[in-house]
């Protein structure tokens, strides 16, 4: 069975929460028995992980403390992580509550539908018109991507003598 695949349209009720499927519900009961951590992404979504996911992702970033103390990036990729991550139980109800200050940067307005998007190792939350338009930035990059390499195949080479 793949895990944390798919994508799904839900309501943000009045206050912030979204109801997840019962495929995440079972992938996230699975994967860390409902313990997840909320983090805003800069493309502006905020993902939903396992715990113990985000705790790997987060130890292999900070693995060189040296380079924290000494890199003025490192501290603020530590700054944006911490500021922007907070851990979230999913409800007996299988909802999610989404704090303010993630709705407001991902732009997801209470009363209006979501997309909840599989990313494998968890889950996205995306404001409709903004996932519409990564898909087409996506696609777009896809194509560009896809026109170089058969014109890299097509071409012949030249042997510069």
Known sequence: MLAFCGQDRCLMDGNGRIKLGQHWLDDFATACDGKIVLHCLPEGAVALYPEAVYAEMRRRELAEVERVA???VARRSMRRFGALTVAEPISRQGRVTIPPAFREYAALVPGTEVCVIGVEVGVEIWNAERY???????????????????????????EDR
């Not at 338009?133 to 030249?158: C, F």
Request: charge should be negative.
């Open 70 to 72: 000494a890199s003025f």
């Open 132 to 158: 519409q338009a990564e898909m087409s930035t996506i696609q777009s990059h896809l194509l560009q991507k896809g026109v170089q390499e058969m014109t890299a195949d097509l071409t012949p080479e030249r």
